[in-house]
């Protein structure tokens, strides 16, 4: 179902703001929507969209040098807030195929994992320079996920730690529940010994 | 023996595997579902050909964009029909319990799902929505998940998940006149930042949580995911026990006993460590009101807008920055010079019986201030109705708030709840991120004390000048 993901090279762009919450990625009235795809459009909808739908300028992804960028650079605490994950569909629909930041929301980085969105933490001082050097517009970034390091032209390689089961779900594709059906007997096994009163019989009348 | 937390307790009795690359297969007793994030996670059933592994321990709710007035008229937004109408269809192919627009059991998933029994201590809980921590004021382990992962707990009734770090949040001392369970959560996320319990369980203990009622512990709970806390907990006690009790879904008779025995095992030993530790002194804490666009810009009531120029970092001087242009805020404004258009009590952080009970007696006999718009959306369709055998829908109405019936409201204004632009609004819920309550509009934290306060005053007060436990009459009849 997910792409894996060895190698890429794409295009950054910086995101110089802190706390981007998924509100801001993506605005709950585009959580309406019954599907996945289609949504990149909506994504940052305020930051780039007055309400009457005519373009707000100066959002960084909207800019003719960033337009065609696959590699997001942004402040920390990208993805907090809402377990929305129309936050990362819409991130991918938009072309960003890895973000880079300090740090992630949990829910977030989670939602990303599953769906072949790259995320890398790195210090922040680093991110700072990898954002100042990518507003010049011309930065290419080349990411090894097999050797966990990210390199570009007058750029020294940069090595990035990644939780090896993320690593290895991104770079396999793999299908989380087809793996977790592998162990169907341990699961049968907690099942058979699951304590009765956890399962819910309701009252005959539910009473207040 | 080594000295366990709960959450370690809880993990461990669910860990089904154990993966080298350091990911565990989970088991997860119980999985609530609502409209927004489930029709994609049930077509990806549909799509693999797969079904709902236990649909008995899976339950549905309607929350995030259901109207709040009359139920019995059409929904008008023809995307929340068409969501609404989907979970309908799918809980029916599914073989799940769904608490309809017009079951009297409809209500936000973080409050209906604990008083109706289904949320128990040391049960393992997941549900498409980040407040889902929420339920760990019962002695819960309590997930909030994406779509792909309620995919993954519809088919295999588990969830691969790497183990979270463990923060103690220690709370001591009597929280002081007029101070909630809702500023303590303020005034911690002030302190640590919104990033800072990223990763981590964090466990709330100390004499000031030990004294909260559940419903108080609950706003502790359900606000954690603001300091981007994977989830929280508290150790059970007897209030909760008796929280639970004769609740709906409540086990009965010799499960019951069974139950309890299990449950008083669980608190936390003494001597268990923790990856993180933070204190809180709550002995002297004051009402507290955010004043920017994230839940860690708060300030207490008696205090000022802050000064950017104040900030040491540049980076959240620019924050600050962009917060007051979005607020419309001058710095130095003392706090209760601002005016509010609107006041929203509700959500999943404050709209319990208790919240409504203490609003309302800062309200009782009073009327809510020329101009200014007030609502009250009980947590649920349960709450709405204990309140009304109190007489709370009167007191609210004669006061000039609208009565509404329970969703999700304007706390994420998926439904017609929301603030125009430019609308400044003192609100209950748990986020004030740009245009959450509707384009432009500007939200500013509180506890349902000081919401109702500032509705009768048009603007924030220090809800400490009124008489916050004063007696008022709590009886209806419907004669």
């Not at chain 2, 973080?110 to 949320?119: F, I, Q, S, Y």
């Amino acid at each position: 179902m997910v792409e894996p993901i060895r190698v890429m090279e794409g295009k950054a762009a910086p995101l110089k703001v802190n706390d981007v919450d998924t509100d801001q990625i993506i605005p709950a009235q585009f959580l309406k929507l019954l599907s996945r795809k289609g949504l990149g459009k909506y994504a940052f909808y305020r930051w780039r969209y007055n309400e009457d739908g005519t373009p707000k300028p100066g959002f960084i992804l909207d800019d003719p040098r960033f337009k065609d960028a696959e590699i997001l650079i942004a402040g920390k605490n990208f993805g907090i807030g809402s377990s929305r994950e129309n936050a990362v569909w819409a991130l991918l629909d938009l072309g960003i195929r890895c973000v880079i930041a300090p740090s992630f929301g949990d829910i977030f980085y989670n939602n990303a994992a599953k769906n072949g969105l790259l995320c890398i933490r790195l210090p922040e001082d680093l991110v700072e320079r990898l954002q100042d050097r990518a507003m010049e517009g011309d930065l290419i970034l080349r990411i090894d996920l097999e050797k966990q390091e990210i390199s570009g032209k007058d750029i020294e390689a940069i090595r990035f730690d990644i939780e090896p089961h993320v690593k290895e779900r991104l770079l396999k594709g793999l299908d989380d529940i087809t793996m977790a059906l592998l162990y169907e007997e341990e699961i049968k096994r907690y099942e058979e010994r699951m304590p009765s009163y956890i399962i819910p019989k309701p009252s005959r009348f539910l009473h207040e | 023996m080594t000295a366990k937390t709960i959450f370690e307790k809880i993990w461990e009795a669910h860990v089904l595997k154990e993966r080298e690359d350091g990911s565990a297969l989970l088991y997860i007793d119980r999985h609530l579902t609502h409209e927004v994030t489930s029709p994609v996670a049930f077509e990806t059933l549909r799509m693999t050909g797969r079904r709902v592994r236990r649909p008995e321990l899976t339950f549905a709710f309607m929350d995030h964009n259901v109207p709040t007035g009359d139920r019995l008229q059409p929904i008008k937004d023809r995307l929340s029909a068409e969501q609404i109408k989907t979970l309908m269809r799918n809980a029916r192919e599914f073989g799940i319990t769904v608490f309809d627009l017009l079951s009297p059991f409809q209500g936000i998933v973080h409050v209906a799902g604990p008083e109706l029994g289904l949320t128990l201590p040391g049960i393992t809980l997941v549900c498409g929505d980040s407040h889902t921590s929420t339920h760990g004021a019962l002695g819960a382990l309590a997930f909030g998940i994406g779509t792909s992962e309620v995919a993954h707990v519809f088919a295999t009734q588990t969830l691969w998940m790497k183990k979270p770090r463990s923060m103690e949040a220690r709370m001591e001392g009597e929280l002081p006149y007029g101070a909630t369970a809702k500023d303590a959560i303020l005034w911690m996320i002030r302190r640590i930042g919104v990033g800072g319990a990223i990763g981590h369980v964090v466990e709330y203990r100390g004499s000031a949580v030990e004294a909260m009622s559940v419903e108080e512990r609950m706003t502790l709970c359900n606000m954690a995911i603001e300091a981007g806390a994977r989830s929280a907990i508290v150790s059970p006690d007897e209030k909760v026990y008796d929280y639970i009790k004769d609740t709906p879904y409540a086990p009965k008779g010799e499960e019951w006993e069974e139950a309890l025995q299990s449950w008083r095992k669980l608190p936390t030993d003494p001597g268990a460590r923790y990856d993180k530790s933070v204190s809180f002194d709550l002995s002297r804490l004051e009402p507290q009101v955010t004043w920017g666009t994230n839940p860690g810009m708060t300030v207490s009531v008696t205090e000022e807008v802050p000064d950017p120029r104040d900030f040491d970092d540049p980076s959240e001087r620019a924050m600050a920055e962009r917060a007051l242009r979005y607020m419309g805020l001058e710095p130095g404004t003392p706090i209760t010079k601002i005016k509010v258009d609107v006041v929203f009590i509700g959500s999943c952080t404050n709209a319990r019986l208790s919240d409504l009970i203490q609003a309302a007696k800062i309200v009782y006999g009073r009327r809510v201030a020329p101009g200014v718009r007030a609502l009250v959306v009980p947590g649920s369709q349960l709450v709405k109705r204990k309140a009304e055998r109190l007489g709370l829908h009167r007191i609210f109405m004669d006061a000039g708030f609208e009565w509404r019936n329970s969703g999700c409201s304007m706390c994420i204004a998926m439904n017609e709840d929301r603030l125009e632009p430019g609308q400044r609004c003192a609100s209950t819920s748990n986020r004030n991120f740009e245009n959450r309550q509707g384009v432009g509009g500007r939200t500013h934290l509180v506890s349902p004390i000081m919401a109702a306060a500032a509705a009768l005053e048009g603007r924030f007060v220090d809800v400490r000048e009124y008489e916050l436990d004063r007696e008022i009459p709590l009886e209806w009849e419907a004669a």
